[in-house]
């Protein structure tokens, strides 16, 4: 397809409540939105790398920079013909992988609804390690909470979550808010799946600390060393005995294979934004069935718009861990996406969401909350020929 125009949208979504994690807290989600245009059609992506360069190196202001300035011209006004070509044409431009995924995953989106098949069914294709699907496929989705203002609200959150189904729950961990924390979910829910996310919060000198968390059985330990790190991830998997889940580390096919090679861990959290968008995460996927690792999709709070883009992700094969994809209602007041997302009970006793049996990816945002909440837009459209 030839690429017409491109254009860029920074918004800034308030949550329902404040999101702390090891690296801060956020009162509002700021994510990117990318409308891309070619013959007529068009269809949308996102990435949503927050407010500050504190997760990772991106920042919302800055992918808004880089896709204006940078990246959205050096497409537009090309003919793409896969996700592929478009990562060959923003090789030369290092890092910035939330700006690369916007781009990616809109590509990927447009593609779909112009073929007239549900994204979902277009990743599968693309994948070497899934098999087809048609129709509406269910993703279990598990519960995460955030550091919360106490351990009762937390054990009161975390009940409910197992009440209504949610098969595992995810627990931010950091200082000050650790083995305490964890020993006394433990306590109240001793069989159920949990697991904790330390957002590259720690070092090697808690190598002790992170030895006593054998002792709770949990599921995996998300990223507990630093944000560019392997090699240390490789010592610690080798000294416990709890599976090392990377995120922030892995942010390239590259990272991925090297993390593999040296068993820096056992789990890999796939997130489009972090890695460049859903051409390298099918690769990743492919790569981590391959060589028995598992791995999973993680969210970025996205709006509906980029997390369904997670959705079409997590039902590739090899994605059976419960998907960090959230109903909209569990953090926004107003989702600006047009196809909010809920959870319902599948047959199995277990959260879940399905996938939209519509072309493309189904969801838009909606024009009166686009508006509401965009900081700024840009349009760059191919020049006359």
Known sequence: MKIDAVDIYHLAVPLIEPWRTAYGEDAEVETVLVEMHSGGESAWGESSPLAAPCYSPDWAGGVFAVLERWMAPAIVGAAIGAGEELQERLAHFKGNTFAKAALDVAWWSLEAQRQ????????????????????????????????????DELLRRVGEAFDEGFPRVKLKFRPGWDVTMLRAVRERFPQQDIHIDCNAGYRMDALDTFCRLDDFQL?????????????????????????????????????????????????????????????????IHDMCREAGVGCWVGGMLETAVGARICLALATLEGLTYPADIFPSARFFHEDPGDAPLETHLGQDGQRKIATLDAPGLGCRP????????????????????
């Open 219 to 283: 599921a995996m330990i998300e990223q507990p060393l630093a944000y560019d790190d392997l090699v240390d991830h490789a010592r610690l998997q080798a000294a416990i005995r709890t599976p090392v889940c990377l995120d922030e580390s892995v942010r390239s096919v590259e990272a991925a294979e090297m993390a593999i090679e040296i068993e820096a861990c056992r789990y890999i959290n796939i997130k489009p934004g972090r890695v460049g968008g859903l051409t390298p995460a099918i690769a």
């Open 366 to 385: 909606r024009p009166d909350l686009l508006e509401k909440y965009t900081k700024a837009k840009a349009r760059i459209v191919a020049s006359p020929s």
């Open 116 to 151: 007239g098949r549900p994204l979902h069914v277009l990743i599968n294709e693309a994948s070497s390690a899934s098999s087809s699907v048609d129709g509406v496929v269910d993703v279990a989705v598990g519960a995460d909470f955030g550091v919360l203002d106490s351990i």
